[in-house]
């Protein structure tokens, strides 16, 4: 029976998923999580809602001693992973400290895409960083958000809930190009009612002295900002990893369907892997790749696809729920969109592909799962 170690670097949700179904597999090997953070466990989603509902993001972790036994496994905090030797099978850390491993398991997350800089621009990937930000937040009025995707409108949602003045900046519209131009424009307009106030354009933030503003597409935007939060997307922070060997693609560490990469016993999982050419920056996605990832580990075969993975936009004013087509190629949107609800299906070929539910058409979503599983 193998006794070697299994090392996961990275202690976000994608690192404690997995030792958590090595646990519900009744693993008996020595799990280790050596991480660059202090090794709290928390879920990422619910930093969206820390304004609005007045809870502090410091109030969402679960310590890291509860985080380790509850999952089984030895975390080891303030480790930053810098180098990895995959023939000796051994990682080391900055401090020159070397864990050798029976399996790897690289779950380092993504960095924000951060274009500007400032000492009041800000990016928000974790709770430190939002710690970081709260303070000043509070303080705050107006707030410039750069992005328009699922973070940025999520923060835009709940900020303008508490009472601020909220200016989105997006290239295009909501969501766009994700969902189509219908969907967009509904969550545009709900979020609009909810106080937030969009703009179209590219974004060029200017400190004037003590004063944060904007131009947008070269013209001037009328209010001062107290802080720009910029929600432009993710990026893929691999080098250490490519330079060890591993193979990487636009998105990250390319992944086969046991979530393995191209060197044996060396896995990752999360917002740093690309599976089929494709960032799988979510929840759903980094609960499937951990369970396949334990199963083999346990010696059960096992591989995923990602057929239907729903995810969801979660501004209380624009709630959606969704499961989007791999691709939009030959098929087509059609959208429904009235005041209080909104349906539209992706289909191609006659075959329902991809949905997105908004307001009352969420309660029929197990009907649209159920005829995409089909
Ligand atoms: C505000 C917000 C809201 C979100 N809402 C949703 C949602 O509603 N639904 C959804 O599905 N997804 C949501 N997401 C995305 C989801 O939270 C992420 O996909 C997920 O948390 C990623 O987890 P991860 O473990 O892969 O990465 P991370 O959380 O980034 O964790 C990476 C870990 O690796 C450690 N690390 C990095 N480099 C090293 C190194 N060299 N050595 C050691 N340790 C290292 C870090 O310290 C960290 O512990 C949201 C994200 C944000 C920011």
Redesign the pocket.
């Known amino acids: 029976m193998d006794r070697s170690p299994i090392v996961i ?7 404690f998923a997995v030792a958590r179904e090595l646990k519900q597999r009744g693993n008996t090997r020595d799990v280790l999580m ?4 202090e090794g709290s466990f928390y879920a ?2 619910l ?2 809602h820390v304004i609005s509902r007045a809870t502090p993001a410091a109030a969402l972790l679960m310590s890291p001693e509860k985080a380790a036994s509850a999952n089984h496994v030895r975390v080891v905090p303030h ?4 180098r990895a030797d995959f023939e000796g099978k051994t990682v080391y850390a900055a401090d020159g400290r070397a864990f050798t491993y029976g399996d790897l398991v690289v ?4 960095k924000p895409l951060n274009f500007w800089h400032g000492d009041r621009i800000f990016s ?3 709770a430190s960083d939002m710690s970081r930000l709260e303070p000043i937040l509070e303080g705050a009025k107006t707030i410039l958000i750069a992005g328009a995707g ?2 940025g409108l ?1 923060f835009a949602n709940d900020w303008a809930r508490a009472g601020k003045h909220v200016t989105v900046v997006s290239l295009d519209g909501p969501l766009r190009p994700l969902v189509p131009q219908s969907v967009s424009a509904w969550v545009e307009d709900n979020l609009t009612g909810a106080g937030v106030h969009f703009v179209r354009g590219r974004l060029t933030p200017m400190h004037e002295g003590a004063d944060l503003c904007a131009e947008v597409d070269g013209t001037r935007l009328p209010a001062r900002f107290d802080l720009m939060l910029s929600a432009v997307g993710l990026g893929p922070d691999v080098a ?1 990893w490519n330079q060890a060997g591993l193979v990487t693609g636009r998105h990250g560490l390319v992944v086969n369907a046991r979530f393995e990469t191209n060197i044996a016993h060396v896995y990752a999982v ?3 892997m690309e599976f089929q050419g494709q960032a799988w ?4 996605a ?1 609960n499937h790749a951990a369970r396949v990832i334990a199963s083999n580990l346990g010696g059960q075969e096992s591989r995923e696809n990602f057929g239907a993975l729903p ?2 936009l ?1 501004c209380p004013d624009s709630p959606l729920a969704m499961v989007l087509p791999r691709v939009q190629g030959s098929g087509s949107w059609e959208a429904k969109a009235g005041d209080a609800d909104l349906e539209a299906t992706y289909r191609q070929d006659g075959k329902l592909r991809g949905f997105v539910l908004g307001g009352t058409a969420a309660n029929r979503r197990r009907q649209f799962e159920d005829e995409l599983a089909a």
């Open positions: 670097v990275g202690g976000g949700m994608a690192g050596l991480t660059a953070d990422k989603p930093l969206s480790t930053e992973v810098v779950a380092t997350g993504a928000v990937n974790s699922f973070v999520e250490l999360g917002d740093v920056r979510f929840v759903t980094l995810i969801s979660k």
